[in-house]
């Protein structure tokens, strides 16, 4: 697994390929998904794909939870985020301030590839080749973000708008708005998941008289509340890296370690 990190940091795309557990009723063998946001915490990562999924999940389980919770609309997008350690799955609407955890027990088996061939083009501190910014624009080549952050989590996110202007030497890029669950970049809350999953499997009374997973699989209750981190950035080739703020609007400064930017070759 240690090759597919290298992979990420080198800017490859990150999919996902879920076989889904066919012991339940109208199943897919097989089916995907493009994880465009990557969190990578040394040999862990989450990748997950855009909010452009229903809330279904969400709100079927909103309405199973007996205590008092906000509507939950099916119609509002959601993301899915996959890990390549953890024993869980994450479903998250950062529109409507709610998420769940469910075991990856839906899924057979995940397999995780990365693809694609991307070239860094700039690092904070090097030198600016603007011609070749500007030749990777005008060819229509991706773009993505490239940070470490000061508490050692790298963040990999695709650039939505990038703005090269020549004769002034400089560079605006723009990554795409969207966000993720703040637990993410917090190994202890992960592992806290990753335990109360894990006595959730271990379960007997989740087997049926064959030994085999009884119908449904286990989902935490709905969190709600604010608890998002956005994946909008502007990225400016003096080196400063600005984050959107979900809760007050506008962007603040992100303290980072370091910062590149990679285009697809």
Not at 50 to 61: E, N
Not at 125 to 147: C, H, N, P, T, W
Not at 193 to 198: G, L
Request: aromatic share 12%.
């Amino acid at each position: 697994m240690d090759g597919i990190i290298d992979d990420l940091l080198a800017a490859k795309d990150l999919k996902v390929i879920l076989y889904p557990d066919t012991r339940r009723e109208n199943q897919p063998d097989v089916e995907y998904y493009d994880l465009s946001h990557v969190v990578i915490d040394g040999d862990r990562f989450w990748g997950a794909f855009r909010s452009v999924h229903s809330s279904r999940g969400l709100a079927m389980g909103a309405e199973a939870q007996s205590e008092e919770i906000p509507q939950v609309h099916e119609g509002v997008p959601s993301g899915y985020a996959y890990s390549n350690y953890y024993r869980f799955c994450i479903n998250y609407s950062y529109l409507q301030n709610v998420s769940r955890v469910y075991e990856d027990v839906a899924y057979s088996k995940l397999r995780f590839i990365a693809a694609g061939l991307f070239e860094e083009v700039w690092r904070r501190g090097d030198a600016l080749d603007m011609s070749r910014l500007y030749d990777k624009v005008e060819q229509g080549k991706r773009f993505k973000v490239i940070m470490r952050d000061e508490n050692g989590f790298t963040s990999i996110h695709p650039v939505h708008t990038p703005e090269v202007y020549v004769e002034k030497n400089m560079f605006i890029f723009d990554t795409e708005a969207d966000a993720l669950p703040n637990a993410i970049f917090s190994r202890q809350a992960m592992d806290s998941s990753q335990e109360f999953t894990m006595q959730s499997l271990q379960r007997e009374d989740r087997l049926d008289a064959e030994g085999n997973l009884k119908e449904g699989y286990f989902s935490t209750p709905l969190r709600t509340g604010p608890h998002f981190v956005s994946t909008m950035y502007l990225v400016t080739s003096v080196g400063e890296v600005n984050q959107w703020n979900l809760m007050q609007g506008g962007f603040v400064d992100k303290v980072v370690e370091s910062v590149s930017i990679w285009a697809e070759a």
